[in-house]
């Protein structure tokens, strides 16, 4: 939070969410997987917002590798993919904007629909900067076990820990945005740490200065952290040696690891992908 506003800076990976709509004429019964209640959300009011939720009958088909409870965006990822399928089913694409201010309907959500690395203002979507795209890095994701509900974490109020920690927030911020217009991994790794160090008074991660510690060794450029989730990330230039020997002795420093993912930082945005055969996309 800077200036009394929150926000989140994106950093998109190379897992993606991919959903299919089908539909026929009825009169507006979504279908959706038991587990994906906010994707069907996202269709309903998809549908109602391009005016035709009820004279239709839709299917939503979801498949994504991302974990869930973990703050990597599951569930925006869902609600954008859903959207945006949902749209093009209509013959009618719609805006990044408009995917945002659906997906905020639902519950805060990550900025991941728009292009590059973005500031985004994930509780009511009133603004959205896109700092440019990343630097080639990767990130090596580790997981140690636990879950947090997105909803129950942005209804306890934080402010008085993120005013506390604004001087700090602002040079992060500064960092990370010079990083990325400077194509600079090492600037955006040091000000995504200060920014995980900071987000230890509002969720605090017990191997967090172990991760940090261990990055510095390997030479990474720092760590990053879902903020409002489990998982805590080491930043590193995009090499394979360098990315192998992270998560091989992650394993063998780091108690309590349950799961080591390494990705590819990327830019945002939702790709769509039209298939017709008759009402079918």
Same mark, same amino acid.
């Given at each position: 939070?800077? %200036?009394?506003?929150?926000?989140?800076?994106?950093?998109?990976?190379?897992?993606?969410?991919?959903?299919?709509?089908?539909?026929?004429?009825?009169?507006?019964?979504?279908?959706?997987?038991?587990?994906?209640?906010?994707?069907?959300?996202?269709? @309903?009011?998809?549908?109602?917002?391009?005016?035709?939720?009820?004279?239709?009958?839709?299917?939503?088909?979801?498949?994504?590798?991302?974990?869930?409870?973990?703050? +990597?965006?599951?569930? &925006?990822?869902?609600?954008?993919?859903?959207?945006?399928?949902?749209?093009?089913?209509?013959?009618?694409?719609?805006? %990044?904007?408009?995917?945002?201010?659906?997906?905020?309907?639902?519950?805060?959500?990550?900025?991941? +629909?728009?292009?590059?690395? &973005?500031?985004?203002?994930?509780?009511?979507?009133?603004?959205?900067?896109?700092?440019?795209?990343?630097?080639?890095? $990767?990130?090596?994701?580790?997981?140690?076990?636990?879950?947090?509900?997105?909803? @129950?974490?942005?209804?306890?109020?934080?402010?008085?820990?993120?005013?506390?920690?604004?001087? =700090?927030? $602002?040079?992060?911020?500064?960092?990370?945005?010079?990083?990325?217009?400077?194509?600079?991994?090492?600037?955006?790794?040091?000000?995504?740490? +200060?920014?995980?160090?900071?987000? @230890?008074?509002?969720?605090?991660?017990?191997?967090?200065?172990?991760?940090?510690?261990?990055?510095?060794?390997?030479?990474?450029?720092?760590?990053? =952290?879902?903020?409002?989730?489990?998982?805590?990330? +080491?930043? =590193?230039?995009?090499?394979?040696?360098?990315?192998? $020997?992270?998560?091989?002795?992650?394993?063998? $420093?780091?108690?309590?690891?349950?799961?080591?993912?390494?990705?590819?930082?990327?830019?945002?945005?939702? &790709?769509?992908?039209?298939?017709?055969?008759?009402?079918?996309?």
């Amino acid at each position: 939070m800077l %200036d009394g506003v929150t926000f989140l800076l994106t950093c998109p990976i190379d897992l993606y969410a991919t959903a299919t709509v089908e539909w026929r004429e009825g009169d507006g019964k979504i279908s959706a997987p038991s587990a994906s209640s906010k994707a069907a959300l996202a269709l @309903q009011y998809t549908l109602e917002f391009l005016g035709i939720g009820d004279r239709l009958d839709a299917k939503l088909y979801l498949k994504s590798p991302l974990p869930r409870g973990k703050g +990597m965006a599951s569930s &925006t990822a869902d609600v954008a993919a859903t959207v945006v399928a949902t749209a093009i089913a209509a013959g009618r694409p719609v805006s %990044d904007d408009v995917i945002a201010e659906i997906a905020l309907r639902i519950e805060p959500s990550d900025g991941l +629909m728009y292009s590059g690395i &973005t500031r985004f203002d994930h509780r009511l979507g009133s603004y959205a900067q896109k700092l440019g795209d990343p630097p080639p890095m $990767r990130v090596v994701i580790l997981d140690f076990g636990g879950t947090v509900d997105t909803l @129950q974490f942005n209804n306890v109020d934080v402010s008085a820990s993120l005013i506390s920690s604004e001087e =700090v927030l $602002r040079e992060a911020v500064e960092l990370i945005s010079q990083g990325i217009q400077e194509s600079d991994v090492e600037k955006i790794g040091r000000g995504s740490t +200060m920014s995980a160090r900071a987000n @230890q008074a509002i969720l605090y991660k017990p191997q967090l200065e172990n991760a940090i510690a261990l990055a510095s060794e390997i030479g990474a450029a720092g760590v990053n =952290v879902a903020h409002s989730g489990t998982v805590i990330g +080491m930043l =590193v230039e995009d090499d394979d040696m360098q990315v192998r $020997r992270a998560a091989s002795l992650a394993w063998e $420093r780091l108690a309590g690891l349950k799961s080591v993912r390494c990705q590819r930082v990327i830019g945002g945005g939702v &790709t769509a992908i039209a298939k017709r055969e008759g009402l079918r996309i």
